[in-house]
C-alpha cells in the first residue's frame, strides 16, 4: 500500500456515465482486497470487496476486477450519480495467513460528478 | 443493527497531554482495529484487538497503546501527544477474522496544539 499525498488525483466524470477508477497493490502474497468510498466528514465505507480466487465481482452498479499478474485492481461504477462523489479507497489484506487483521490502503482517489 | 460507534467525535489538546479514544464494533463483532487517517500520510494501521488480546500492531511508537474489554469495546490511548498526532482516528471491526469485512465508525477527529 501507499500513502495518500497532499494532493489525491481527481477523476472527473459526467453524470450518467460509467466511472473506472484504478489501483495497484503492493503484495503478490495478498489474497483479500476491498473497495471503500469516504465522504467528507465520515468514516469509510465498504463498497464491494474480491478474493484472490476470483476476477471479477458485481454488485449494485459496481463491478471489482482483479488482475493478480499486474497486481491491478479496478472498480467500475456503472451511471455515476452526483452520490458517488467521494474519496475511493482500494485496500489489501496482506496477512494471508493466521487470524491478523492489518488492511493496507492505496492512494485515494477523488472521483467528481459533474451534473 | 448499529453501527460502530467512536467517542468523542472532536477532541482538541494540547502537546504532552495524553487522550483516550472510545469504539464500540458492530454487535457480535470481536474484531477491532484501528488506523491514523491524516493528509500526509493516509490511512495507516495502528493495531487489531481479538479477544482482548492485541493480534497485530503497526509501525506506531510507543506512545500509541490500546486495549480490548470483554464485551469487545476497545479503547486507545496516545500519550504525550505531539502536533503530529493531530488526525482522524479509525475504528473498524469485523466478526473475527482476517477475511472478514472490516466496518468503518466515523472517526475521532483529534487536534493537538
Known amino acids: 500500500g501507499e500513502s495518500v499525498g497532499l494532493h489525491l488525483p481527481t477523476l472527473s466524470v459526467q453524470e450518467g456515465d460509467n466511472s473506472i477508477i484504478n489501483c495497484a497493490y503492493s503484495?503478490?502474497?495478498?489474497?483479500?482486497f476491498i473497495w471503500y468510498k469516504q465522504e467528507s466528514g465520515k468514516g469509510p465505507q465498504f463498497i464491494i470487496d474480491?478474493?484472490?480466487?476470483?476476477d471479477k465481482r458485481q454488485g449494485q452498479r459496481v463491478t471489482v476486477l482483479l488482475n493478480k499478474t499486474v497486481k491491478h485492481l479496478s472498480l467500475q461504477i456503472a451511471a455515476t450519480q452526483p452520490g458517488d462523489s467521494a474519496v475511493y479507497f482500494c485496500?489489501?489484506?496482506?496477512?494471508?495467513?493466521?487470524?491478523?487483521?492489518?488492511?493496507?490502503f492505496g492512494k485515494g482517489i477523488t472521483l467528481s460528478v459533474r451534473p | 443493527k448499529a453501527g460502530v460507534t467512536q467517542t468523542p467525535r472532536y477532541l482538541i489538546k494540547t502537546r504532552g497531554q495524553q487522550v483516550t479514544l472510545s469504539c464500540s464494533p458492530i454487535?457480535?463483532?470481536?474484531?477491532v482495529s484501528w488506523y491514523q487517517q491524516t493528509p500526509g500520510q493516509g490511512l495507516q494501521f495502528l493495531f487489531e484487538?481479538?479477544?482482548?488480546?492485541?493480534?497485530n500492531k503497526g509501525n506506531f511508537p510507543g506512545r500509541f497503546s490500546g486495549r480490548q474489554f470483554s464485551n469487545s469495546r476497545s479503547e486507545m490511548n496516545v500519550s504525550t501527544l505531539e502536533l503530529g498526532d493531530s488526525a482522524l482516528y479509525l475504528c473498524?471491526?469485523?466478526?473475527?477474522?482476517?477475511?472478514?469485512?472490516?466496518?468503518f465508525g466515523p472517526g475521532t477527529r483529534l487536534t493537538v496544539l
Open positions: 485496500a489489501e489484506n496482506n496477512a494471508p495467513t493466521g487470524a491478523n487483521s492489518k488492511l493496507t
Open positions: 473498524a471491526s469485523s466478526l473475527a477474522y482476517s477475511t472478514d469485512t472490516q466496518y
Open positions: 484487538y481479538f479477544s482482548e488480546t492485541q493480534r
Open positions: 474480491i478474493r484472490s480466487n476470483m
Open positions: 454487535s457480535g463483532h470481536r474484531s
Open positions: 503484495n503478490s502474497a495478498s489474497d483479500y
